[in-house]
């Protein structure tokens, strides 16, 4: 199959990167996105997200006629799926969150309608494992004059396989290129297909597997990332209750050959890390004891922040008895949920300024030098602004305009182990 006309279903973070991709290998490609303005952004050449390099890679497709946006989807020889997987909305009250697959199904029901013998559907949204085969399910009941490889193997008219994205924001246009691919075909027909479609533009290694075991791979690199990172973020409470520096002893014990520790931090955020163990433990909940401890460990990161900096604020006012609470400001620096980006998705230091806010006890007021306004709540701030008027500062997100910030003599907290010396416990 030569994929003349390729589908990219859902144009956000992912799905907007590949089809520029796509097009700029000469092939027709047609977006779908039910958000109007994002389609009319692209028709008109340019983004709506943020994302290096790709504003220059789809105005060119643009203006080469090789990328248009639509919202209803048209035929196509192969469809790429990239929609979210949110949680089911009644998931704050319970224990484990369970995953919603409604943006899929619906996209499922919509092309099928313009399926035709021989195309290829390929689901690039990290799902629970399963996710592939119920998609095939709820394609074939929407259209029984073809077949699918549920149901017919690898005679099937339509080729269905699941082969993850695993690019890192930020770094998306190269990543898409180099990174290996996870190909996991409902039948061996269907794989060739999926590296056929991918080697379209993919340098790294495509690797065969099947749907179920390419589903779990995305899954697990996320969880083991977040466990990963929960190990730090214990040693940080651990260190602190011991008064031990931890960027000096995370620096140490890395020295050890097969020891790789990675950073504390206020938390983990973002729409993957702090979002995917949960579907390996909604489908396996007595078999994920640890993936579920991980996740607890890291969101109750946050609320641990901000008790030490009501302790720096008391220990303030201890030493000012003549000061009211309401006379002290505190400075967040950072609101993103990782550094030099402007995503603000599970962001931990967006949670810690809008609880501190709730408090209603000093001013808060916040640095983000990648967003212009967030919300009408939160204050936002020069960093010269901030250290003329803040009593304490405090390091959510290490953007490297932070880096050099001189806070000498200063009330700190550094949640990132960028401002505090490797030897240097407190401020
Ligand atoms: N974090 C720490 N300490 C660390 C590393 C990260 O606290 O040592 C925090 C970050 O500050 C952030 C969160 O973890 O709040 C997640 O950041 P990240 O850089 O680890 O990952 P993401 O969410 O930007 O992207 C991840 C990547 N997955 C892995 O590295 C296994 C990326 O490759 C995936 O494509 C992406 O999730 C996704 O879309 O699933």
Known sequence: MLFKTISIIGLGYIGLPTAAMFASKNRNVIGVDVDMNAVDTINAGKIHIVEPKLDILVKKAVEDGFLKAVAIPEPADAFVIAVPTPFLS??????????????????????????????????????????????????????????????????????????????????????????????????????????????????????????????????????????????????????????????????????????????????????????????????????????????????????????????????????????????????????????DIDDLRESPAMYIVKKLIELKGPKIIAVEPNIEKVSDDIELVSTSFALSSADIFILLVDHSEFKNIDLTGKIILDTRGAWLTKTQNHA
């Open 90 to 339: 009644e998931n704050k009250t319970v224990s484990i969150p369970k995953p919603d697959l409604q943006y899929i199904e619906s996209v499922s029901k919509s092309i099928a309608k313009v399926l035709k013998k021989g195309d290829l559907i390929v689901l690039e949204s990290t799902s629970p494992v399963g996710t592939t085969e119920k998609m095939a399910d709820w394609l074939s009941k929407e259209r029984p004059d073809l077949t699918f490889p549920n149901t017919h193997g690898e005679e099937s008219d339509i080729r269905i396989a699941y082969c993850p994205e695993r690019v890192l924001p930020g770094q998306v246009v190269n990543e898409l290129v180099s990174n290996d691919r996870i190909i996991g075909g409902m039948t061996n027909k269907c794989s060739i297909e999926a590296i056929n479609l991918y080697k379209i533009f993919v340098e790294g290694e495509c690797i065969v597997t099947n749907s179920k075991t390419a589903e779990m791979t995305k899954l697990t690199e996320n969880a083991s990332r977040d466990v990963a990172i929960a190990f730090a973020n214990e040693l940080s409470i651990i260190s602190d209750a011991l008064d031990i520096n931890v960027w000096e002893l995370i620096s140490l014990a890395n020295r050890h050959p097969r020891v790789n520790i990675l950073q504390p931090g206020p938390g983990v955020g973002g729409h993957c890390i702090a979002v995917d163990p949960w579907f390996i433990a909604s489908s396996t909940p007595k078999e994920s004891p640890l993936i579920q401890t991980a996740r607890q460990v890291n969101d109750s990161k946050p609320d641990w922040v901000i008790k030490k900096i009501m302790e720096k604020i008391s220990n303030l006012l201890k030493l000012n008895p003549n000061k009211e609470i309401s006379e002290l400001t505190v400075a967040c620096f950072g609101l993103a949920f990782k550094a």
